[in-house]
């Protein structure tokens, strides 16, 4: 079946038009990094295949699930069937929030209206940073209420003022309420996924910086993870209609996205650790009037020069002698400057795979190179500013950016001829405030697997009288029979793939109640998922059993409406399978990389190991055509490669053809190849050396 998700207005997701079109494809075809099409025509890294001649997988598409879902009853759907958090309901930052928060309810939390004002932000702040221990949606809502009583308490920064940048807006984006409420100090709803998001970027940035005391080693650090971890996608468009543009926090969550949100992501990261970066774009230096810029890479500025990442081909442009193994005998790239670049162009032309398949751009290109600063409106609002003067410490999160001072700072910089706010930010909020039906059916799909348990509902009855009748107990429509989530019902544990991911994000990874102890419980058995209808129905009956005898459903009734559940579920949570085990062995690779920071290199070794078990084993062959292909190939050879196998790391490498950044996986092939030292390599892993290893890591763990 050929799913069709349109777009009635046919716009794209501005941006992206022109990123990565430079970079040539691999055997013969085109490929364009953020938009346009992979030869296989289907959304790269996707769950959706569009292609009607691509294989079909085995389970039913999460999409079709929802499109075609089918009611039992009046009110069966698939969103009475799962309590999602108004995050996922109202997730973008600043799109149409002008409402008001609603008072603290009366709940088991402290009351906040007893808390000092001080106490309050620090209260605030404090549970931002244990998002993994309450309810998404409940916690988020009390963050707001008690920044918003603290703030009534606060005088206003005097310093603060609309920044000037601004007035370059186009009226459809300066017009948003996201940048009409930036001088306001009430926070709205929108503010608490904003506060969110950069708690999750500090958190982040803290450890997956490495152990690099300079900065630009820091912002390697920084970049690698975001290759590691962000897969790239493209977007089609056309008949297939495509997504709307992700907030970081939602590819931080997912751990996919575009090239233009790879750097984002990037661009956000550095901010946390007190790195300038910004992305640098490309105008014809023939056109007086400067033209449109084309994005080309994300560059970083440190010592007066701007060293330059590349997030499409993931990788930085390496300059002179910057390409060696390290002292563990991985590949290490360390990139050049953009002076260095337009100087020298043998330094561009490493990147060419072959005269046939050049990397698309010449030392000529680079004579007037604007620098796109990112200040998306949280970064600029008031509020913002006022909680940030008062964060120290371990609470510490950089909430406020100045896009003039930024542009000023760049503008300085060698190379570079000019420096203007970067609008992408601005489009992607645009986008949220009036999306398509099936925009926002996509984005909930992605979304459903971090709220979904291995656990069946409680029943209750629920009056449903149709118009005209009386509600008489014999009236077979007097009772409508929906399994539902109820407080008679507690759950033993929230939905363990949020929380594990929340964790992974915060640095907390080993041992049970770490990342590691969440993922594993999103894994439940090809047993347990085959048999969910059973399961559902037998936990069902008993609730049913507590029910009185007129109000209990027919056998038939129960039947259909626990395996109408159980195919949801079962579609939800293998997907949350897929995630948990691909995550799984992204976590232990970093895993062995905080060990070689320890000098541990035998532990380091035996988690690179795990990896490579999760990333072969439990994702490629498991799902040979699963959400996470790409992704898995890439850092199944990085493992590979960490392990000194490094005529396995080649192959692997090659392996993906349609891969969206398989120009730079061969790139990488090439320089290990060519350095990889010709003494012996360490020994193959086997199945029995991963059991080992998997058995001596738990062993280890708290």
């Known amino acids: 079946m050929n799913i069709v998700l349109g777009n009635r207005r046919g716009r794209r997701i501005a941006s992206s038009s022109k990123f990565g079109e430079r970079v040539a494809g691999v055997d013969g075809h085109r490929r364009e990094a953020l938009v346009g099409e992979p030869p296989d025509r289907r959304i790269s890294g ?5 292609d009607p001649g691509h294989p079909k997988p085995d389970h039913p598409n999460l999409e079709l699930l929802i499109a075609d879902y089918r009611p039992v009853g009046r009110k069966w759907g698939l969103f009475a069937l799962l309590t999602l958090p108004w995050a996922l309901l109202g997730g973008c930052s600043g799109c149409g929030d002008s409402s008001t928060p609603r008072p603290p309810d009366a709940s088991g939390q402290t009351s906040i209206s007893s808390q000092t004002p001080g106490g309050l932000l620090e209260i605030a702040i404090g549970n931002l940073d244990r998002q993994e221990e309450f309810p998404s949606g409940e916690m988020l809502q009390q963050i707001l209420d008690q920044l918003n009583q603290w703030v009534r308490a606060q005088r206003a920064p005097d310093d603060w003022k609309l920044d000037p940048l601004l007035a370059t807006l186009p009226a459809p984006m300066a017009d948003m309420p996201a940048v009409r409420n930036l001088g306001q100090l009430q926070f709205l709803r929108s503010d608490a996924l904003a506060l969110q998001e950069a708690v999750w970027l500090r958190n982040v940035s803290r450890w997956a910086r490495g152990d690099e005391l300079d ?33 970081p926090w939602e590819t931080l969550l997912l751990g996919r996205g575009t090239a233009m949100e790879r750097a984002w992501v990037f661009i956000l990261l550095a901010r946390q650790q007190g790195l300038d970066a910004a992305l640098l774009a490309l105008s014809d230096p023939n056109d007086p009037a400067g033209g449109p810029s084309r994005p080309w890479a994300v560059g970083v500025l440190s010592g007066g020069n701007v060293y330059v990442f590349d997030p499409a081909l993931g990788l930085p442009l390496p300059g002179p002698g910057g390409i060696r193994l390290d002292d563990t005998g991985r590949l290490e790239v360390r990139p050049a400057t953009l002076a260095q670049l337009a100087a020298d162009d043998s330094l561009l032309r490493r990147l060419d795979l072959d005269r046939d398949r050049p990397y698309p751009l010449r030392s000529s290109d680079l004579g007037r190179v604007v620098a796109l600063v990112e200040a998306s409106p949280a970064y600029l609002a008031r509020r913002m500013q006022l909680v940030q003067s008062r964060l120290s410490g371990q609470q510490k999160i950089v909430l406020s950016a100045s896009a003039t001072a930024q542009a000023e700072r760049w503008k300085a910089a060698p190379r570079i001829s000019a420096a203007q706010l970067w609008v992408f930010p601005y489009r992607v909020l645009l986008e949220y405030q009036d999306p398509t039906q099936e ?200 493992s590979y490669e960490a392990t000194r196998q490094y005529a396995e790391a080649i192959a692997r490498y090659a392996s993906d053809p349609t891969s969206p950044t398989y120009f730079g996986n061969l790139l990488r092939a090439r320089w290990l190849n060519e350095l990889r030292p010709a003494t012996k390599e360490e020994p193959p892993v086997t199945k029995q050396t991963t059991l080992r290893s998997m058995t001596q890591m738990r062993s280890a763990q708290p």
């Open 439 to 638: 925009q926002t059916q996509q984005r909930m799909t992605a979304l459903l697997p971090f709220y979904v348990n291995y656990a069946a509902p409680a029943w209750e009855a629920e009056p449903s009288v149709p118009a005209g009748r009386k509600k008489e107990a014999d009236d077979p429509d007097y009772q409508s029979f929906t399994p539902r989530r109820t407080s008679s019902q507690k759950e033993a544990k929230e939905a363990p793939l949020r929380k594990a991911r929340i964790l992974h994000l915060k640095g907390q990874l080993a041992g049970p109640q770490g990342a590691t102890g969440y993922y594993q419980e999103a894994r439940p058995s090809d047993e347990q998922l085959a048999n969910m209808a059973t399961y559902y129905y037998e936990l069902a009956l008993k609730d049913v059993q507590k029910l009185p005898q007129e109000q209990r459903p027919t056998e038939q009734q129960l039947k259909q409406g626990t395996a109408e559940r159980a195919r949801v579920d079962e579609v939800l949570l293998r997907r949350a399978k897929q995630d948990a085990s691909y995550w799984l062995g992204l976590m232990n690779f970093d895993l062995g990389l905080i060990e070689l920071q320890r000098k541990d290199h035998e532990t380091a070794v035996g988690h690179f190991r795990v990896a490579i078990d999760y990333l072969l084993t439990r994702t490629l062959e498991a799902s040979a055509d699963g959400p996470w292909t790409h992704g898995a190939h890439y850092n199944l050879a990085r």
């Open 215 to 247: 900065e630009v080693g820091r912002a390697g650090g920084l970049f690698d993870w975001t290759v590691r971890n962000i897969q790239l996608e493209v977007i089609s468009g056309g008949e297939s209609g495509e997504r709307l543009g992700q907030l």
């Open 46 to 50: 996707g769950s959706l295949t569009l």
